[in-house]
């Protein structure tokens, strides 16, 4: 394990990372103009994304704990990079700010499409409570009246 295959291993995670950032943008875009059927269709592009991400992850992981191994170092970046030269060290920090800068876009993402997703819900549950009040007052066209129960399995 060197500097390059480490860097080599991030930057595949940065890849994989932008892509699911890309996909959540997406999934907000269709949440927003409450497009059900564009939803529905990304979230197995999501799925597989995510996995994909967390392989990465796990990789790169290991290279890093590899590398500082090999370094003789405490498996952190700050301790990779004090025994690297000065030309790898800027190479992987910067490198290491793109990570951190994905990896918090990709929190804000999911925060952002998950607020979504339960503001939706709540406007899906007050929508049916204010349908089941006007089903049940007696004084609206909709309230009881004298039909008999609908039988939803009964065939014509």
Same mark, same amino acid.
């Given at each position: 394990?060197?500097?390059?295959?480490?860097?080599?291993?991030?930057?595949?995670?940065?890849?994989?990372?932008?892509?699911?950032?890309s996909?959540?943008?997406?999934?907000?875009?269709?949440?927003?103009?409450?497009?059900?059927?564009?939803?529905?269709?990304?979230?197995?592009?999501?799925?597989?994304?995510?996995?994909?991400?967390?392989?990465?992850?796990?990789?790169?992981?290991?290279?890093?704990?590899?590398?500082?191994?090999?370094?003789?170092?405490?498996?952190? @970046?700050? =301790?990779?990079?004090? #025994?690297?030269?000065? %030309?790898?060290? *800027?190479?992987i920090? /910067?490198? !290491?700010?793109? &990570?951190?800068?994905?990896?918090?876009?990709?929190r804000?993402?999911?925060?952002?499409?998950?607020?979504?997703?339960?503001?939706?819900?709540?406007?899906?549950?007050?929508?049916?409570? @204010?349908? =089941?009040?006007?089903l #049940?007052?007696?004084? %609206?066209?909709? *309230?009881?009246?004298? /039909?008999? !129960?609908?039988? &939803?399995?009964?065939?014509?």
């Amino acid at each position: 394990m060197n500097a390059q295959r480490l860097s080599a291993v991030w930057i595949e995670w940065a890849g994989a990372a932008s892509a699911l950032v890309s996909l959540l943008d997406q999934q907000e875009s269709a949440l927003v103009s409450r497009d059900t059927a564009r939803v529905e269709d990304l979230l197995p592009e999501i799925e597989k994304s995510r996995h994909a991400l967390e392989a990465v992850d796990e990789r790169a992981r290991e290279a890093s704990t590899a590398f500082a191994e090999k370094l003789g170092c405490v498996p952190s @970046l700050t =301790g990779i990079m004090t #025994r690297l030269s000065p %030309t790898e060290a *800027g190479s992987i920090s /910067a490198l !290491a700010q793109r &990570v951190k800068d994905l990896g918090e876009g990709l929190r804000e993402a999911m925060i952002r499409n998950h607020s979504l997703i339960v503001n939706e819900l709540a406007y899906v549950a007050a929508t049916l409570t @204010l349908v =089941g009040q006007t089903l #049940r007052d007696p004084t %609206t066209p909709y *309230g009881k009246g004298t /039909a008999g !129960a609908l039988t &939803v399995d009964r065939t014509v």
